[in-house]
C-alpha cells in the first residue's frame, strides 16, 4: 500500500505499530480506494469524499484536449520509435537512449502536469491512450505519409529484435477485445513482417554453454506442460497505451515515464486497462530486465509498478481469470531459469540427469529475478488468486519443476589436500533465490491452508512434491548411501513437503499416515537433511577449513533468523517424522554412521577409526549427541501453539544477550512472506515481550558510550524458562551459546540458586501431538542403550576424547527416555522368555526403565593388538574355561551398527517375513577397516559387571570426588517416592543431574529402587589407579602447565587492574579534591623546593629546567562557544516553518563586534585594541590531560608516530599525538616555567604597604623592559607554543586592527587567549562561582603555565609610559587642553574601556612570578573604575526625573565623612559631571525607548550595580586561584558578591556584614575619589559634545550574559523532517540531495553538496570554520544522526532522537516515529561546551574539505 504523506498525516493511527518507508519515485496514492484498504483507514478528505457526488464536467471544457491528446501522444511514440537503434552487440546504447529521452524530457513531463490536473483531465487522458480506432488511424503506417511508413518499419523492427513476433492471424493470446473485425484488418498490411513462432528459442538455445541438449531436453517437457507457447513470443498492440508501455520496457523504464503512468492509476478504468497491458507484456518485460545493465534500478521500478498493481486483490482476481496471470507469470519465471542451468554434480557425477541454476551467473547473483518473484509472492497473497494456484494440478507440476531447479544447487566438496585456490561467494546468492524463489511463495501458499476445508489443497502440493522428489532421487541415481565429502544445503522439495505436512497435521487435522510415503521413500528422504546436520558438526570442528571461511558463512547463514524457519527447522521436522515412522535401531545407527563416530564406540580404551582423524572425534561425537537431544527436545513443529513458539523463541534469543527491540524484531524467525499473518510488530509480539522481559532505559554516561534501550530476561524466566537446547539450535556463532550460560550462572550466583559452575539446565517438553508419539521409540531401542551405556563406562574409565559435554548430552538422553517411557514394564519383564529371544545379549528389552538395571558382564572388543585389554588377556586354559562360562551369561558382542543398518535397510526394502524387528547376531563389519592399516585388529574379552545404574553410581562419586557420596534419599524420608516433587526445571551441575536421573529411575520401578539400594550397599571399592602411559603423562603435564599459567595470568590481570583504578582515580576526574596531588600542576606543599614532574615517556622526575624543560599535554582548539552566550533566558528553537528565522543579533560575538566597531571608528586604532578582548568567536581555548613529559622525549615520540604507518584517526603532520599516558588526544605541549614553590610562597606573605607605594611599584615593574631570555631549550619551546596558540585560529579571528600586522594586534590577541579560558572555565563551572574550588574544571587546568607562556611575550611589547592605562587609573593629570589637536584621532575614553582587559594586561605586563600584594593593588584600582562605569551606565539607564532627584539627594552627604565609598554620593556627583556634557541631551522622542519602566529603589540600584561588577569579580577570583593556588570558597548565590570580594581583599577584614551588604564599601579609591572621577568624566564629555547616541551605547555594557546553549529541538522528529527535507539550500536554490541543519545556529545546509562548493571546501566544512571557528554540530536530516565536525577531521556522533523503545534509527530505515532524547541532547550540549568532543568520540576520520 502507498499513501503520501498528506494522507498519512491526516490519518488517525493511534495504538498503530508502523515503519514508513519513504519513496522517491512517486506513484498513486492508495488511500480512498477501498479494495486496498478499510475504509475506517481513509483519511478525513477522503471519508468525506466518498460519500459527496462529484458534478461532471462540461464537455465543451474537454473537447480540445481530446482532439490534441491523440497527436501529441502518438508524436511522442514517433519520437521514440526514432530514437531507438537496436544495440549492437559489443556497444551498449544507454548513452543514446538517454539522449532521446533527455529530448523528450519537456513533453513526458506535460503529460505528467495534465495528470496532475485531476480526475478530468485524467478521464481524457485514459480515453486517448486506450482508444485502438486513433491509435490504428495514426499509426498502422498504411496512408501516404512516408515518414509514418518509415516510422512503423522501426517499430516493426524492435519488435522483431526483441524476439517477438507480429502474429498473422487473430491474437491467440492477451486481451481479447469484442471488435474482432478490426483487428484482423490491421494485420493484413504487414503480413511479410512476421517471423517463425519459435524463432527466439532456437537462437536463445545457443547461447547455453556446453549444455544445449539438456536444456532443450527440458524445454521440450516444458513447452508441453505449459498452456501456449505465446506467452513468450506474441505482442499485439491495439493502443498506445500498449505501445507507450512496450517503449518504456524497451527504454529500460525512464523515471520520468513510470512517474507518468503511476500518476494516472486513481483512474478505474486505466488501471485496469494498464494491468492488463502489464501483464501482456510481462515475458518482454523479463526479457529486457535479463539484458539490462542496470537491472538493480529497473528492478525497482518494475516493482514501483507491480507492486501497485498486484495488491488489489479485486484486479488480480480479475486479471488471472480473464488474462491468465498465473499461468504468465510461472512459465516466465521458468524461462527465466532455465538460461542458466547446470548439470548437477550431487550423488552420481557421471550418470546424473538433473539440473540446477548456477548461482555464478549474474541472473542469481545480483538478484535479477527479484522484482517477478515479488509479483509472484503478492499474488499469491490474495485468498482467491491461491486456491486458483493451488486447484490447478498443471500449475503445481510446472511449479514444482521449477523449485527442482533449486534442489540441489550450490553443491560443496570437501577439500581433503590442500586449500581451495579461490573462494567463491556465490552462496548467499544461492540462499537469497532458495529464500526468495521457492521459501516465500511457499509461505504464501501455507497460509490459505489452514482451515480443514482446505486438506485437498495440502494433498496436491504433498502429492507433486513426492513425485517431483522421486523423479530427483531417480535423476540423481540415488540408492541409500549419499556421497561421501559432499553437502548441499538446498533442498527446497524437502523443505515444501515438510512445510505442508506440519500445516497439515496442525491446522487441517489430517492424519499424518495418509500423506506419508512407504518406508523406501522416507529413508531416501532422511537421508539429505541428516548428512546437513552432520556436515554442520564437521564444519565447526574444521574438517573443511580447507574449503575457506565461505563454508562457515553457508553453516552460519543456514541457521541465521531469516532462514531458519525455511530452512534447519523444516529439515529437523522431517527427520523427526521419518524417526517417528522408521525402526529406532536403523535410525540411530544412521545417525552415527553419518558423523562417523561408530568406531569410537567401543568399549576398548584404543580404537581406529578410518573416517575421522582423532583431533575430530570428540567434537564430532558431540555433535552427534547434541543432535539427538535437538531431535528428540525440539517441539516447534510437534505439538507447541504459535504464541508458545514466540516465546520460547523470545526466551533464546534474549538469554543470548540483552536485544534492542529492533534487533529482537530481526531475530525471531517470521514467516518470510510479510503478508502470510504473523507479522511480528503484532499484538502478540508486544505482549509475549512485556511477560519474559525487563526493559532498560537508554544509559548516558557522558564518556560511556551511547546505550539504546535493552531488554533483558526476568528473573524467572532464568529461573523456569531458559532452554539451551532451543539456544544451540539458534544460535549462529557458538560464543553466543557461551554467553547464554555465562549469564545464566552469574543469575544463579547472584539468586544464591546455585553457588557452582552449574549445567545445563534439563527443560520438561512440551507434551507431544499425537501423530508424533513414535518419536519417543528413539529413546527406547537397544542401539541407543547401548551406546549410552558404552559412553558412560567410557567416561567413567577416562578414556580419551570424552568431555563434559558428552556426560551432560548422554544424561540429558538418559532423563529424556525416562520422562518418556511407556508404562508396559511389568509386561515386557514377563515376555523376555529367555535367551533365545535375545540374540544380541546387551539388553533384554527395549525398555529404557528396564535396561538401566541389565547388568552386561562380559563384552567381546576389537581392538588394535597393542592395546592394553590385549595384554591382560589370560593364557590359554582359562581363556577356554571363560569362554565356555560365558556362553550362559551371554556375551555381549563387538557392537557394530553400521552392519545393524545394512541389515535393517535389506530387510526394509526385501520385506520377506513379518520377523523385521527380529535381530540377528550381527557379523563384525569389516566395512570400515581399511586393508592393510597399521596395528592389526584382534578380538579381546572384556569384563565390565555393570549396569547403567551402577555406572551413575560410580559417576556419581568420581564427580563429587568422595567414596559412597551417593545415599538414596528416600532411604530417609520414604515420602519423597509417594508425593516425588521433581521440578518441572532443575539447576545444577552432573552430580544433581546423577540424582535426578537415580531418583526418577527408583520412582519409576521397584526393581530398580532395590537395585539402587543393593549397589549402595557393596561399598564400591575405588576404582583402582590405572598406569599412567607417558603419553598422558606429558598431556596431564601440559594441563598442569596451562593452569599454572592462567593462575599466574591472573595474577597479573589483577596487579594491572588495580594500577588502572589508581591511575583512573588520580588522572581522571573523580570527584575528590584530595586527588589532586597527584597532577602536580598547581597545588604544591611548601616544603617541596621545587615543583617535580614525572615524564610519561621515559618516566623520570625532576624539575623543568631551562635546558631540558618539561611541558604539559595539551590541546589547542578554536572555539565559538563563548559568542554563542545570550543575553535572554529565552531558549532558541531550530526553525520548522518559514516564519521562524534565527538572527544572530543578540549573540555575545555580535555585541561585542559592534562595540569595537564602534570604537574604531571614532578613537585611535592602538588604543581601541587595548580597551577591550577579543576570543569571543576564534578564540583559541587550552586543555590538558594533566601529564606532563620532556619535550625533547616528545619530539622522539612524535617521530615514532611519524615513522609508523598505522592508519591514525589523527594527523601527524599537524603537530597531532595522543598522550603516551591516557590516550587523550593533543596537539601540543606547554612548557612549564622553572620555578620554585617556596618563592611562590613568599610572594604571597601580606606587605602593609600603602597602596599608593604599591602603585609606585607597579608601574615601575611595568616600565621595565622585558629583555627575551637568552638563547635556551625553554625560550625557543616557548616560542613555538605560541605560534601554535597563533596558528589554532583563523587570521580573521587575530587581526582586528586597521593596520594589519601591527604589534597592538598581537598585545590583544595575546591577553585574549588569557581571558577566553578564564571564561570557559567559569561556564564549565555554571556561569558563576558558588561551588567553590573542588571543581573538576580546576583539577586539569594550564592556565598558570599559560600565563607564565603569554607574559613572557606580552612584555616584549613595552607600552610607552604616555598611554599605559594604569596612569590615567591612579593619577590626576593637569588639565592641558587636548582640543587643539584635533585632527588626530583621540583615545578611547577610560570609561569605555573593559576592566577585565585592563586587569589582564596589568598582570601580564608584570614580570611574572607575581607578588599577591601588587595583584591585590591592580584590583583594587580597577574596582574603582568599574564601580564608576556601573554608576555611569546605571545614570544612563533611568529617566531624568530619578536624575535630578539622586543628584541632589548625594550632593547633600557630599562632605560627610565617608563619602567615598557611599554610592548615592557617587553617583550623584557622576550624573553631576556628566550633565556638564550633551550625554544626557537630545532624548527628547527616544526618551521612552531608553527608560525601563520600573521605578528604581536603593535596593534594585544596588542589585543593578552588584550584577555589573559581578563578571569581574568571577574572572578575577579565578585569576587569583590559578596564579597563588588559593582555594575558591564556596556560597549561596546571594552572598557571591561579597565572599568574592572579600576573598579578593577588596572588603576589610574587620567589615562586618550584619546590615545590609552595600557594594560601595569595597572601593579603596587611590587619588580622592571625586577628582579622578571628574577627570574620566570629562574625557566622556568631550567626546559627547559631537556623538551624544555613540557616547550612550558605549557606557552601557552588557554584562549579564547566560550560559550557551544548542538550539531548542522539537518533540517529534517527524516535523523536522517535513520541512526540510523538500527545503531548498538559500546558496544553490535546489533541494539537496543530503540536507543538514546546524544545531548552534539553525543554518540550513548542504552535506557534500558540490553545487555550494566554494575553492575546494563543501559548505558543511564551510560553515563549521564561520560559525564554529572549526567546529561544526550538524543534524543529519535524511538520516537522524548527528554528526561533528572538528578541524580536519569529522565524527558520527549517533542521535539524539530515538524510538518508542529508546532505539536510533540511522538513515530512517525502520521508519519508526522518533521522538527527541533529552537527556542525549544535553550530553552533546555538554560535550560542545566543555570542548571534550575529541576526548570522547573514537571514531573520527578525515573529511577531506568534502562534507
Known amino acids: 500500500m502507498s499513501l503520501c504523506a498528506e494522507c498519512f498525516h491526516q490519518g488517525d493511527h493511534t495504538g498503530h505499530d508502523f515503519n514508513m518507508f519513504r519513496s522517491q519515485a512517486g506513484g498513486a496514492c492508495d488511500c480512498g480506494d477501498s479494495n486496498v484498504m478499510r475504509e475506517s483507514g481513509f483519511c478525513r478528505r477522503h471519508q468525506i469524499k466518498s460519500s459527496s457526488n462529484i458534478p461532471c464536467v462540461p464537455k465543451d471544457l474537454l473537447m480540445m484536449s481530446e482532439f490534441v491528446l491523440p497527436r501529441f501522444i502518438f508524436c511522442l511514440i514517433q519520437y521514440l520509435r526514432e530514437g531507438y537503434n537496436e544495440p549492437a552487440a559489443d556497444v551498449p546504447s544507454e548513452k543514446d537512449l538517454s539522449k532521446v529521452l533527455q529530448l523528450l524530457e519537456p513533453q513526458i513531463s506535460f503529460l505528467e502536469d495534465l495528470t496532475k490536473m485531476g480526475g478530468a483531465m485524467r478521464s481524457v487522458l485514459t480515453q486517448v491512450l486506450t482508444n485502438q480506432q486513433n491509435y490504428k488511424d495514426l499509426t498502422s503506417g498504411l496512408g501516404e505519409n512516408t515518414c509514418a511508413k518509415k516510422s512503423h518499419e522501426k517499430y516493426l523492427i524492435a519488435l522483431k529484435s526483441s524476439g517477438l513476433t507480429y502474429p498473422e492471424d487473430k491474437l491467440v493470446y492477451g486481451i481479447q477485445e469484442p471488435s474482432a473485425g478490426t483487428s484482423t484488418l490491421a494485420v493484413q498490411g504487414f503480413a511479410g513482417a512476421t517471423g517463425t513462432l519459435g524463432q527466439l528459442d532456437s537462437s536463445d538455445e545457443e547461447d547455453q554453454d556446453g549444455s544445449q541438449g539438456l536444456g532443450k531436453r527440458k524445454r521440450v517437457k516444458l513447452s508441453s506442460s505449459t498452456k501456449d507457447q505465446s506467452i513468450m513470443d506474441v505482442l499485439k498492440h491495439k493502443s498506445f497505451l500498449e505501445e507507450l508501455l512496450f517503449w518504456t520496457i524497451k527504454y529500460e523504464f525512464p523515471q520520468k515515464m513510470v512517474t507518468f503512468l503511476l500518476n494516472m492509476l486513481p483512474d478505474q478504468e486505466y488501471k485496469v486497462a494498464f494491468t492488463k497491458t502489464f501483464v501482456q507484456h510481462y515475458a518482454f518485460i523479463m526479457k529486457t530486465l535479463k539484458k539490462s545493465h542496470e537491472s538493480d534500478t529497473m528492478s525497482n521500478r518494475i516493482v514501483h509498478i507491480s507492486v501497485q498493481l498486484f495488491s488489489n486483490e479485486e484486479l488480480a482476481r480479475q486479471v488471472t481469470e480473464e488474462c491468465q496471470l498465473l499461468d504468465i507469470m510461472v512459465t516466465v519465471l521458468l524461462y527465466m531459469m532455465e538460461s542458466c542451468l547446470i548439470k548437477s554434480e550431487l550423488q552420481d557425477e557421471e550418470n546424473s540427469l538433473h539440473v540446477v541454476v548456477n548461482c555464478g551467473e549474474a541472473l542469481l547473483k545480483n538478484n535479477t529475478y527479484w522484482p517477478l518473484v515479488s509479483d509472484f509472492i503478492n499474488i499469491l497473497s490474495h485468498q482467491s488468486v491461491a486456491k486458483k494456484f493451488l486447484e490447478d494440478h498443471g500449475l503445481l507440476v510446472t511449479w514444482m519443476n521449477f523449485v527442482s531447479f533449486f534442489q540441489g544447487m550450490n553443491l560443496n566438496k570437501r577439500e581433503l589436500n590442500e586449500h581451495v585456490e579461490f573462494e567463491s561467494q556465490t552462496y548467499y546468492a544461492a540462499f537469497a533465490a532458495e529464500l526468495e524463489a521457492c521459501a516465500q511463495p511457499m509461505w504464501g501458499l501455507l497460509s490459505h491452508c489452514k482451515v480443514r476445508e482446505t486438506q485437498e489443497y495440502t494433498r496436491n502440493v504433498v502429492r507433486y512434491c513426492l513425485e517431483a522428489l522421486q523423479d530427483w532421487f531417480d535423476a540423481i541415481n540415488f540408492v541409500d548411501e549419499p556421497a561421501p565429502n559432499q553437502v548441499t544445503f538446498h533442498l527446497p522439495l524437502h523443505r515444501y513437503y515438510a512445510m505442508f505436512l506440519s500445516k497439515a497435521v496442525k491446522c487441517q487435522e489430517l492424519d499424518l499416515d495418509s500423506v506419508l510415503p512407504d518406508q523406501e521413500m522416507l529413508m531416501k528422504l ?361 556362553q550362559n551369561s551371554g556375551t555381549a558382542q563387538v557392537f557394530s551398527l553400521v552392519a545393524e543398518r545394512r541389515k535393517k535397510f535389506q530387510e526394509i526394502i526385501n520385506r520377506s517375513s513379518n520377523e523385521a524387528n527380529q535381530v540377528v547376531r550381527p557379523k563384525t563389519s569389516s566395512k570400515w577397516s581399511a586393508p592393510g592399516s597399521a596395528p592389526q585388529l584382534t578380538t579381546a574379552i572384556l569384563e565390565i559387571k555393570e549396569s547403567i545404574l551402577s555406572l551413575l553410581i560410580k559417576l556419581h562419586h568420581k564427580l563429587s570426588g568422595k567414596q559412597n557420596s551417593y545415599y538414596p534419599p528416600w532411604l530417609d524420608d520414604i515420602e519423597i517416592l509417594i508425593q516425588p516433587e521433581i521440578p518441572k526445571y532443575s539447576h545444577g551441575d552432573g552430580i544433581t543431574a546423577v540424582e535426578r536421573i537415580l531418583l526418577k529411575a527408583a520412582l519409576q520401578s521397584r526393581m530398580n529402587k532395590r537395585i539402587i539400594e543393593e549397589i549402595c550397599r557393596k561399598v564400591t571399592p575405588p576404582v583402582p589407579p590405572r598406569k599412567v602411559t607417558a603419553a598422558e603423562k606429558k ?74 624543560p618539561t611541558g604539559l599535554v595539551v590541546l589547542l582548539q578554536a572555539s565559538s562557544v563563548l ?278 594586561i596589568q598582570i601580564l605586563m608584570m614580570p611574572q612570578p607575581l607578588r599577591k600584594d601588587h595583584f591585590t593593588c591592580i584590583v583594587k584600582v580597577l574596582f574603582a573604575l568599574l564601580y564608576t562605569q556601573a554608576l555611569a551606565a546605571l545614570s544612563v539607564k533611568c529617566n531624568e526625573e530619578d536624575r535630578s532627584a539622586w543628584k541632589h539627594t548625594g550632593a547633600l552627604k557630599k562632605n560627610t565623612c565617608d563619602a567615598e565609598k557611599s554610592y548615592k554620593v557617587l553617583l550623584s556627583f557622576v550624573i553631576s559631571e556628566l550633565s556638564k556634557g550633551k550625554l544626557y541631551h537630545e532624548e527628547g522622542a527616544q526618551e521612552c525607548a531608553m527608560v525601563s519602566p520600573i521605578a528604581w529603589s536603593s535596593e534594585s540600584m544596588e542589585k543593578y550595580l552588584q550584577d555589573f561588577c559581578l563578571p569581574f569579580l568571577r574572572i578575577t577570583s579565578l585569576l587569583q586561584h590559578h596564579l597563588f593556588g588559593e582555594d575558591l570558597p564556596s556560597c549561596q548565590e546571594e552572598e557571591e558578591f561579597s565572599v568574592l570580594s572579600s576573598c579578593l581583599g577588596l572588603l576589610p577584614t574587620f567589615y562586618q556584614t550584619e546590615h545590609p551588604f552595600i557594594s560601595a564599601s569595597c572601593l579603596d579609591w587611590p587619588v580622592p575619589a571625586f577628582d579622578i572621577i571628574a577627570q574620566w568624566c570629562s574625557e566622556i564629555n568631550s567626546f559627547t559634545e559631537r556623538h551624544a547616541e555613540q557616547g550612550k551605547a558605549l557606557l552601557i555594557q552588557e554584562s549579564r550574559w547566560k550560559l550557551p546553549h544548542l538550539l531548542q529541538l522539537p518533540e517529534n522528529y517527524n516535523t523536522i523532517f517535513q520541512y526540510y527535507h523538500r527545503k531548498t539550500c538559500s546558496v544553490c536554490t535546489k533541494v539537496p540531495k543530503d540536507p543538514a541543519v546546524c544545531l548552534v545556529c539553525g543554518t540550513f545546509v548542504c552535506l557534500k553538496g558540490l553545487c555550494c562548493k566554494q575553492q575546494s571546501y563543501c559548505e558543511c566544512v564551510l560553515h563549521s570554520q564561520n560559525c564554529g571557528a572549526g567546529t561544526g554540530i550538524f543534524l543529519l536530516v535524511n538520516a537522524s544522526v548527528i554528526i561533528i565536525i572538528r578541524g580536519h577531521r569529522f565524527c558520527l556522533w549517533g542521535s539524539v532522537y530515538l524510538d518508542a523503545h529508546g532505539e536510533e534509527d540511522r538513515d530512517l530505515r525502520r521508519g519508526k516515529p522518533l521522538y527527541i532524547c533529552k537527556e542525549r541532547y544535553k550530553v552533546l550540549e555538554q560535550q560542545w561546551i566543555s570542548h571534550t568532543f575529541d576526548h570522547i568520540n573514537k571514531r573520527w576520520g578525515p573529511h577531506y574539505n568534502g562534507l
Open 526 to 886: 532422511m537421508i539429505h537433511p541428516l548428512q546437513i546436520q552432520a556436515s554442520l558438526a564437521e564444519i565447526h570442528s574444521n574438517m573443511w577449513v580447507r574449503n575457506g571461511l565461505q563454508i562457515k558463512g553457508q553453516a552460519m547463514t543456514y541457521v541465521q533468523s531469516h532462514f531458519c524457519n525455511s530452512m534447519i527447522d523444516p529439515d529437523i521436522y522431517l527427520l523427526q517424522v521419518c524417526a517417528s515412522r522408521l525402526d529406532p535401531d536403523y535410525f540411530i545407527s544412521s545417525v552415527f554412521e553419518r558423523f562417523k563416530v561408530v568406531d569410537l564406540l567401543t568399549m576398548a580404551s584404543q580404537h581406529q577409526n578410518t573416517v575421522l582423524d582423532a583431533e575430530h572425534e570428540r567434537s564430532m561425537l558431540e555433535g552427534a549427541l547434541t543432535f539427538l537431544v535437538i531431535l528428540l527436545s525440539l517441539r516447534l513443529h510437534l505439538g507447541m501453539s504459535d504464541d508458545e513458539i514466540l516465546r520460547a523463541e523470545m526466551v533464546a534469543q534474549l538469554c543470548m544477550n540483552d536485544r534492542t527491540h529492533s534487533s529482537l524484531l530481526d531475530l525471531i524467525p517470521e514467516n518470510p512472506n510479510p503478508k502470510s499473518g504473523i507479522i511480528p510488530g503484532s499484538y502478540s509480539f508486544e505482549s509475549v515481550l512485556s511477560a519474559v522481559a525487563d526493559f532498560k532505559a537508554p544509559v548516558f554516561e557522558p564518556g560511556g558510550s551511547m546505550q539504546q534501550g535493552m531488554y533483558t530476561p526476568k528473573a524467572e524466566v532464568w529461573d523456569q524458562e531458559f532452554d539451551p537446547v532451543m539456544v544451540i539450535l539458534r544460535t549462529v556463532y557458538r560464543r553466543d551459546v557461551q554467553s547464554a550460560m555465562d549469564r545464566y550462572t552469574a543469575f544463579l550466583k547472584q539468586n544464591g540458586k546455585f553457588p557452582g559452575n552449574p549445567w545445563p539446565p534439563y527443560k520438561k517438553r512440551t507434551p507431544l501431538h499425537p501423530s508424533y508419539k513414535g518419536l519417543m521409540r528413539l529413546l527406547h531401542c537397544k542401539t541407543l542403550h547401548i551406546v549410552l551405556f558404552t559412553l558412560l563406562y567410557k567416561i567413567l574409565m577416562d578414556h580419551q576424547n570424552l568431555s563434559e559435554h558428552v556426560l551432560c548430552m548422554v544424561l540429558y538422553l538418559i532423563e529424556l527416555g525416562l520422562e518418556n517411557s511407556a508404562d508396559e514394564e511389568s509386561d515386557e519383564e514377563a515376555s523376555v522368555c529367555g535367551p533365545e529371544r535375545c540374540h544380541d545379549s546387551w539388553f533384554p528389552g527395549s525398555n529404557l526403565v528396564a535396561n538401566m538395571r541389565h547388568f552386561i558382564n562380559y563384552v567381546r572388543v576389537r581392538v588394535p593388538e597393542t592395546a592394553p585389554e590385549v595384554k591382560r588377556d589370560s593364557p590359554a586354559s582359562t581363556s577356554s574355561d571363560s569362554l565356555g562360562s560365558l
Open 1035 to 1108: 598431556t596431564l603435564d601440559k594441563e598442569e602447565r596451562r593452569q599454572k599459567a592462567r593462575e599466574r595470568q591472573q595474577k597479573l590481570l589483577a596487579e594491572f587492574a588495580s594500577r588502572q583504578k589508581s591511575f583512573m582515580e588520580t588522572a581522571m576526574d573523580v570527584d575528590s579534591p584530595e586527588n589532586d596531588i597527584p597532577m602536580e600542576i598547581t597545588t604544591a606543599e611548601p616544603q617541596v623546593s621545587e615543583a617535580v614532574y614525572d615524564c610519561v615517556i621515559c618516566g623520570q622526575s625532576g624539575p623543568s629546567s631551562e635546558d631540558r
Open 1123 to 1400: 559568542g554563542q552566550c545570550r543575553d535572554n533566558t529565552e531558549p532558541k528553537k531550530l526553525p520548522i516553518t518559514e516564519e521562524e528565522q534565527i538572527y544572530p543579533w543578540d549573540t555575545c560575538a555580535a555585541v561585542h563586534d559592534v562595540r569595537l566597531s564602534l570604537l574604531q571608528r571614532y578613537f585611535k586604532d592602538s588604543s581601541c585594541l587595548l580597551a577591550v578582548s577579543i576570543g569571543w568567536e576564534g578564540g583559541v581555548y587550552v586543555q590538558t590531560c594533566g601529564h606532563t613529559l620532556h619535550i625533547d622525549c616528545h619530539k622522539s615520540y612524535m617521530e615514532s608516530l611519524r615513522n609508523d604507518q598505522v592508519l591514525q584517526g589523527f594527523s601527524v603532520d599537524k603537530g597531532e599525538f595522543t598522550c603516551p599516558l591516557c590516550r587523550q588526544f593533543a596537539n601540543s605541549v606547554l612548557p612549564c616555567y622553572p620555578g620554585s614553590n617556596m618563592e611562590n610562597n613568599l610572594w604571597q606573605r601580606p606587605s602593609n604597604k600603602s597602596l599608593q607605594d604599591l602603585i609606585k611599584e607597579v608601574e615601575e615593574l611595568q616600565g621595565r623592559p622585558g629583555a627575551f631570555p637568552s638563547e635556551t631549550n625553554l625560550s625557543k619551546e616557548m616560542e613555538s607554543v605560541m605560534k601554535d596558540i597563533k596558528n589554532t585560529t583563523q587570521k580573521k579571528y587575530r587581526d582586528y586592527s586597521k593596520t594589519p600586522g601591527s604589534p597592538d594586534n598581537d598585545f590583544l590577541f595575546m591577553y585574549s587567549v588569557a581571558r577566553t579560558n578564564l571564561e570557559l572555565e567559569l561556564i564549565h563551572r555554571g556561569g558563576n562561582l558558588c561551588s567553590g574550588g573542588a571543581s573538576t574544571a580546576g583539577k586539569r587546568s594550564c592556565l598558570n603555565q599559560l600565563f607564565h607562556v603569554l607574559a613572557l611575550h606580552m612584555r616584549l611589547y613595552s607600552i610607552d609610559s604616555e598611554f599605559n592605562p594604569w596612569r590615567k587609573l591612579t593619577q590626576l593629570e593637569e588639565m592641558n587642553s587636548q582640543l587643539g589637536n584635533e585632527e588626530q584621532q583621540p583615545e578611547v575614553p577610560i570609561l569605555y574601556h573593559d576592566a577585565t582587559s585592563l586587569l589582564l
